[in-house]
């Protein structure tokens, strides 16, 4: 790449949809690019609840960055984590003590689970952003189930049935539905001492209903079809408290040994190095065209960046909106080569869906609502339409196909830790 | 179950093709069957290598005992690691000290790595027996590649593009011809500083021919076929050191920074508990009807047995053996259930079969013999038609395809311990 050492260089921080899309935008750019990312694989986080489920494999919805990236020349994709950022000096310290200078920056890092001062809750109540923070769930999940079998101890094993999913947002709520799916059909003749089917997935939101960012009517919609789907649907009442036992639901202790933590999201931290006020939830507040107050070389895209829109509400944490905000990143930065300025970025809204469930989804389109199973029509295909690559759509077809059929789950293997979840397998390292 | 408590109880240790054979054969029987298993699934354990090599995922090759036993009502699987066998009280105990009584057992559970004296090998040379080890591997595998990118010391570059497969049976011929293809072709035009196809794969057999177990003429064409694929075979002088640099090949060290341990497997350290003498890799030398000599109520099967064949040859530790043992055993109690003796076990060879690589094999049917990619066919047509379940077969063989058509692995998502591998992901537990 020697002859490209003299062109200008993007550091893009974050393989994920705004990252990825800001860079592949820019392919052809007089630009060197490098995107780093702490795995190596772009993920289709939309879907990630299927890996927690059982429903789908890691890889399934998975892609290596470097082999979506590899026929980009003007991009070289480094696998590692940034530590800190500093802007005066152009440069981004990694993990390993590696500096690298940029000319511009994107910063796509996205969130992380955000415990809200409770952070002593984490090792009882994981969440969901990572491949790995999938399995970690799958395993709890399939395991809670061989707890309760094994048990003789009929309050313990009323413990190991009974789930909470802490969040009533879109995460929580295809976690409960899928939940009780599986307790329900799923796992039905399998074990010879429980009733997979007594199991208890409750789903608790603190605030007044379910899928907040919906319209009212479709909360209430949605609150419906998980209650036929198995799912005890709280709201109105927050969790106070989280710990191997159970958790406080208000003032009431409930039993419980599976807690999954869905409720809240924060900015990566390393968005404080960049040295601007952060919002609330640690985001940055940006300038219209995607930049950092005072440093016109610096964008923050994706779940990281705090936008308006221009009725003034928040531009959601979505895909979507991941996507155009790192196009509209790669388009500043193009025009940003060319001595001109951006235009502001605007979010073109296509409309909001969440899954439930077997045959059950809510849509959104702009005033126009669908639930029930017109609804999850609607979601499948639009899922599988987005799914990176040829072959992961087929895959993911076909084990939908195959699970909508059979109620089975492709990817109900329990792995790491030593199957038993007690003592971890004897293993080099 | 409470009717069936009087009813002799079975207990099973080891879900792979012996346990699980047994237990399907004894469907109606009158019996209490307990099968016991470490983990939750079933493994097709001649694709594992496969998983580690990224071309499926550890789900494509594995299935819930629990699910493939669900409909048979005379067994209970039991998740739970046996620790010791008590031959004359009937019992063993399991990891977390439950004590399981007995009226018959089998005892199926496997082998694992041996590293003849050398454990502190371990460390550096994992090697394939679980999903996990396949997990692990790929890991390694895959960010080897990274690192060498990474490296701007040529000396270290080239030790992390230096790979050693010890071992030169068909798990390490398996593992070098496909390690082979992925430096060659997968990895292709995915990186910028190093080319990946000149990475130095080395099979390492300290005998005097890879696939030992084959007629010579067969061993000879697999290592043409290898060194076609670009591995570097090795034969007749074995490896006498690992550490985390490198490996010693008699006296001549070989700086390597990924050295795979497929040399050998020992008897499951269970075996012990039987107080009865073992064989020199830790087997059970069973009576001709699998039995354990004194202990008739107490069967071996599968790769901790040591049986003879008619003409004085030991039977292989391979899936159709274990299976056949399986089937022999189910049918052995059957017997004694009604007073009467089981016959002799005799081993039916179907043949020998292995694979090399990217339309390479060797097959030999007693004397008829192939190589190259009429072999490979064979080899595929005979796998996927073993491999459990409907749903498992299309989505290997779809994997299949596509790797086939596009050189591309499906499975290429490096999982655990944080993608850059330095640093444990921030994740709950």
New interface residues.
Partial sequence: ?NHHNRLPHLLVIGGGFAGLWATRVLAGAPLRITLL?????HLFQPLLYQVAT?GL????I?A?L??IL??QRNV??????ATSIDPARRQVVL??GTALDFDYLLLASGA??AYFGNDHW??????LK????A??LRRRL?LAF?RA??CTDPGERAAWLSFAIVGGGPTGVELAGTLAEIARHT??????HIDPASARVRLVEAGPRVLASFPEELSHRARRQLEKLGVEVSTGVPVTAIDGAGYRLGDVFVPARTVV?AAGVAASPLARSLGVPLDRAGRVPVEPDLSVPGQPHVFVAGDLAAVKQANGAAVPGVAPAAKQMGRHVAVAIRARLQGANARPFRYRDFGNLATIGRMAAVVDLHGFKLSGLLAWWFWLAAHVFFLIGF?NR??VL??WA?AYW?Y?R???????K???G??P?????
């Fill in positions: 790449m990312d702490r795995s190596n694989h059982a494999s890691a890889p399934d998975a290596p470097r082999h590899r026929r070289e994709v480094r696998l590692g984590e993990a390993d992380t689970h984490a090792g009882h109540a994981p969440g990572s491949l790995d923070d399995l970690h399939l061989e079998e094994a796992l039905k003749d399998e074990f010879r933590w072959r087929l895959v076909l084990n195959w059979s089975q492709a990817a109900r293997i329990i792995l790491g030593g199957g038993d007690e003592r397998p004897a293993k080099p390292e």
